[in-house]
Each structure stands twice: as structure tokens, then as C-alpha cells.
């Protein structure tokens, strides 16, 4: 590649040697897309799609409005982008290739180490949002669905953090940042799940104190039912004709009746 280079600028002029470099990125950018098109046709006759649905690192891309077909044949694409960019500032006399390729070898564990972080993060971030999704299935209150998000794109944001680091990124930086989004997220949550903490509370207590129990007939701010569940944030009360779903805190503040 280097020996191309050096011909291109052997055979023409400075001037001629950036329309050259120019015409190296266009042919360049023809050749990804045709890379990209044909990756991706490619991966599709082979059935891919069917193989990776359902998996981890499909169902946390697709949060991203990617897919794994998509995402390889994009890394192909940009091999090529890459490659004609690089041809190209040979070409124009801007890099230096002996001086790059001497200095990249001692980036690439950085590089490497940084990948691998973020594939992790994002690895951990599904599974963590997946389990404390179905930890939480069973409580009908709205804040919870937020909780999944949060957890998932916190350790998005750390494996950021860490990847950055790893890739140079000023120490003092990273920890700043670091400090604000933690402040930012506890700030949010208490103002976002302030009815999901006082549910907490309330059904801490009620289970503690046991004003009634499972099986027992209550009524509940007008609703009079048979008390089928009692959790930490909600009690299900069952009457002929509903099931209530009432959040604990409500039950503290309205009081209970309970029939004998």
C-alpha cells in the first residue's frame, strides 16, 4: 500500500496528487457501500438474522435501532473507509506512514482493552435490565419500568467511562463526569420514584405491623374486596366483580377496614 502511494506521488504533481487523493476517497466511498451491500445480502441468504434473534447482544444493539447483520456489515464498510483514507493522505503527502505504523502498535492494546470493555457493558447492561425487569414483573406500579433503563444505561455509561480511559481520556475528566452523572441519577430518581420509595415505606411497615393478612376481607378507600397479595409496594384486593391493585401508601393514608 505504502509502494502505491509512493508511485502516485512519483507519477504526478502536488496538485495533482490531492485530486488524486480525492478521487481515492470517492472510489473509496463506492467501494464500502458496494462492501456494505453485498455483506449484508450476503449475511441475509445465510440466514443470520434467524441465528443471532433472541440473543443478548441482538436484543441490546436493537435498543441502538441496529441489528447484528447491520452491524457487520458496517465494520466492513468502514475497513474499506478506513483503508481509502488512509491510501488517500499517503497519497496527498498529509501521513506519514513509517511514523504511524510505529506509534499504533503501542495504541492497540488501549484499543483492544476499550472494545472489550464496551462489549462487556453492553453485554451486562441486557442481562442486568432483563433480571431486574422480571424481578419487578409482578409490581404494577409505572416508576418501575424505569428502573430497568436506569440500571441498564448506568453501566453503559461506566463502560464508557472505563473505555475512555483506556483510550486516554484525562483521568480527572472521567471521574468528574463521573461524580455529576451519579448526582444527576440520584437527583432524577428520588424526584421520579418518589411514590415508589413511599410505597416502600408503607409496605415495609404494613408488612411489619400485619394490620391484616391474606385471606382476610378489607376494605381498602372504598374498595371492599378479600386480600389475595400483599408486597412491598402493592396489596391485590379481589372482589366479585375486579381485582384492586392499591398502592401501599394509599392503604396507610385511607386507612383499612377489615371484616370479621
Not at 31 to 57: D, I, K, M, Q, S
Not at 83 to 101: C, M, N, S
Amino acid at each position: 500500500m505504502v509502494e502505491l502511494a509512493d508511485i502516485v506521488r512519483t507519477l504526478f504533481s502536488e496538485e495533482t496528487a490531492v485530486t488524486v487523493a480525492i478521487g481515492v476517497l470517492f472510489i473509496g466511498a463506492v467501494a464500502g457501500y458496494l462492501v456494505w451491500r453485498t455483506t449484508r445480502n450476503v449475511l441475509t441468504h445465510l440466514n443470520v438474522p434467524e441465528a443471532v434473534e433472541g440473543t443478548a447482544f441482538e436484543r441490546t444493539i436493537q435498543n441502538f435501532g441496529l441489528s447484528t447483520v447491520g452491524v457487520l456489515s458496517q465494520m466492513a464498510a468502514l475497513f474499506v473507509y478506513v483503508l481509502a483514507v488512509f491510501v488517500a493522505l499517503q497519497v496527498a503527502e498529509i501521513l506519514d506512514a513509517d511514523l504511524f505504523w510505529q506509534r499504533f502498535p503501542q495504541y492497540l492494546p488501549q484499543l483492544f482493552i476499550a472494545a472489550v470493555v464496551v462489549i462487556v457493558g453492553l453485554v451486562i447492561g441486557d442481562k442486568v435490565s432483563l433480571a431486574i425487569s422480571e424481578r419487578l414483573k409482578s409490581v404494577k406500579l409505572p416508576e418501575v419500568t424505569l428502573l430497568p433503563k436506569l440500571a441498564k444505561y448506568s453501566i453503559f455509561y461506566v463502560a464508557a467511562l472505563i473505555a475512555l480511559g483506556q483510550l486516554g481520556v484525562a483521568t480527572t475528566a472521567l471521574v468528574v463526569l463521573l461524580a455529576a452523572y451519579a448526582f444527576g441519577l440520584l437527583f432524577l430518581s428520588a424526584l421520579a420514584f418518589k411514590d415508589l420509595l413511599t410505597a416502600a415505606a408503607a409496605g415495609t411497615y404494613l408488612l411489619l405491623t400485619e394490620p391484616y393478612s391474606i385471606g382476610d376481607e378489607v376494605e381498602i378507600d372504598d374498595r371492599r374486596g378479600v386480600v389475595q397479595e400483599i408486597d412491598v409496594f402493592v396489596t391485590h384486593v379481589e372482589s366479585d366483580e375486579a381485582e384492586f391493585i392499591i398502592p401501599n401508601q394509599r392503604v396507610v393514608r385511607s386507612g383499612i377496614t377489615r371484616f370479621r
